[in-house]
């Protein structure tokens, strides 16, 4: 397995992991939509022998009231279902939290699962006085800090690009 950044040519076996992964063209859609719509987006992919079988893609959100923090919310993940359980998703995080902080990002959030997540050092947000615009449970909404104390009184309300409203 090799994970490496997006290209053009991968992006119908993107679109195929993403379909099969979540059982929908939601998260596919969301995908094409970020991908044309944010700047800056990470998008890695996995590929076995050429073909892609994980895909992960980080987009920029937005700490209100504090605009000056560069945060990149995780998501969509998705790996094929024949190939989870493998360790690709796992892979792909932690390329992706290399090439996040290559980038000089602040931080990261994701919403997920709350025993996922935890093992690449994600917190409950709340910690960092964190909350989402979506009404979620406290343990599924977490953030990791890529620079030291980057979200040290930043308290505030985390609002996603408007193509997740797609999903």
Known sequence: MHIRPERREDIPGVRHVNQAAFDSAAEAGLVDALRQQAEPVVSLVALDEDAVVGHLMFSPVTLLPHGDRQIMGLAPMAVLPGKQRQ?????????????????????????????????????PASTFGLGSEYDVADEVF??????????????????????????
Do not use: N, W
């Open 87 to 123: 360790g690709i998703g796992s892979a792909l995080v932690r390329t992706g939290l290399d090439e996040c902080r290559r980038f000089g990002f602040d931080a990261l959030v994701v919403l997920g699962h709350a025993d996922y997540y935890p093992r690449f050092g994600f917190v």
């Open 142 to 167: 977490m953030a990791l800090e890529l620079k030291p104390d980057a979200l040290r009184q930043r308290a505030g309300t985390i609002r996603y690009h408007p193509a997740f409203a797609l999903v």
